[in-house]
């Protein structure tokens, strides 16, 4: 089987952003991020190719997979036969956002127990 072409328009953090990377990481699979918030152009380029402004969006193979969850992008890729499924955890929650106390701590630059200095 061929490795698809994926790249991901993903948020530097993200409880859906890290459920897609998850994906990706519990099948070893090669993408190319693309930071929507550390690079406002790639925010642009995202919602020009996906017709649409939700993130994270997936292109697979020149199929964009606009506003989708780790779950979803799994089906998919799946349903058109670029995975086999595998029944192995992933290695974070792949079908959910973050949770309040992850936004208070990202509000306040907090991630993990590092402090963000900008």
């Known amino acids: 089987m061929q490795a698809p072409k994926i790249t991901a328009y993903l948020k530097t953090y993200c409880g859906w952003s890290e ?3 998850a994906i990706f ?3 070893g699979l090669d993408y190319e991020e693309k930071d929507i918030i550390k690079n406002p152009a790639f925010r642009w380029e995202m919602e020009q190719r996906s017709g649409q402004p ?3 969006c997936v ?3 020149g199929t964009m997979l606009a506003d989708i ?3 979803e992008v799994e089906a998919w890729m799946t349903q058109n036969g670029l995975l086999e499924k595998s029944d192995a955890e ?4 792949t079908n959910s956002a973050c949770s309040d106390a992850q936004h208070a ?3 306040a630059g907090v991630v993990g127990n ?3 200095i900008a």
């Open 69 to 71: 969850s780790g779950d």
């Open 105 to 107: 701590a990202m509000a």
């Open 90 to 93: 992933a290695d974070a929650p």
């Open 114 to 116: 590092v402090k963000i």
């Open 59 to 61: 292109e697979i193979n």
């Open 54 to 56: 939700l993130s994270p």
């Open 19 to 21: 459920g897609v990377r």
């Open 25 to 27: 990481r519990k099948y």
